[in-house]
């Protein structure tokens, strides 16, 4: 009997892991993808995140596979400058894949002690006043004292128990991925900076060795079932750089036939699913 299972080996499952065994917790991480992330949710590291890697002792071994870049942004398409004088080492972003910070993060439970299993769904669970009992997608039941739900906005855990996920649709969808683009990096830059003022929506951030993070709006791609084409995006960005480009599917710099994935945030503050 483990004391915590945890659906879901994403960053948020991987980092409760960890906190768990410090103290001792047992601990057990479902995962149901048996390879790296098939989902691109994150594209870097935020201020505070960084510094709860650095007090983790995490930090030296993430930067080296990320890209810093400055703490800006933009709200309703107008740019907001980085903040200046901020109490804080850490005072940036930091561009990194996602499945990059997922692997890092995982093997960082798994040094402290925390099990993970890939290739294991969540498919049901029961809970009694001593504990839950999980049951696997190929049927086979586990007990814990406790169960946490990792498992994203369409978690098998939060709609078993009948949790809510209130909000808005969002109005304005975007593409993203992670890929290498067939254009050398000077020219990406200087379109990519020509288009972002006047579309928030476009960019293509260099991850080095010729990955991108590629985001897109995602006009004319209404299938949200389904992840998105090589075409899809190419289509937008012929329509936005006025140029075919040539785009290759890449995971972490490895070149893979399954794409990493869009994102369907921007904008949605949450969406029953």
């Known amino acids: 009997m483990f004391d915590v299972i945890i659906a879901g080996c994403g960053p948020t499952g991987a980092m409760l892991a960890a906190e768990l065994r410090l103290h001792d917790v047992r601990v057990l991480v479902l995962e149901k993808e048996t390879g790296p992330a098939s989902f691109v949710r994150i594209v870097g590291l935020h201020i505070r995140s960084l510094e709860l890697m650095a007090m983790r002792g995490l930090l030296d071994r993430i930067v080296e596979h990320g890209r810093r870049r400055p703490a800006a942004g933009f709200f309703a398409a107008i740019a907001k400058p980085p903040p200046e004088g901020l109490d804080s080492s850490y005072a940036y972003l930091l561009g990194i894949p996602q499945p990059v910070i997922e692997r890092l993060l995982e093997e960082h439970a798994i040094e402290l002690g925390a099990q993970v299993r890939h290739g294991r769904a969540l498919a049901d669970f029961e809970q009694d006043d001593e504990g839950v009992t999980v049951e696997l997608g190929d049927g086979e039941r586990l007990r814990s004292r406790y169960l946490v739900g990792c498992d994203g906005a369409r978690s098998t855990v939060r709609r078993r128990l009948g949790v809510g996920f209130p909000g808005e649709a969002s109005r304005t969808d975007t593409l993203m991925g992670e890929m290498e683009v ?24 260099p991850f080095g060795e010729g990955v991108y993070s590629v985001v897109v709006p995602a006009a004319g791609v209404s299938d949200r079932a389904e992840p998105p084409t090589l075409e899809d995006f190419q289509q937008q960005l012929r329509t936005h750089m006025g140029k075919r480009i040539t785009l290759t599917i890449s995971r972490d710099g490895v070149i893979s036939q399954r794409l990493v994935r869009l994102g369907v945030l921007a904008g949605e503050v949450g969406r029953q699913n």
């Open 182 to 205: 067939g254009v050398p990096q000077e020219e990406v830059a200087a379109k990519v900076s020509e288009i972002g003022e006047t579309d928030k929506r476009f960019s293509l951030r």
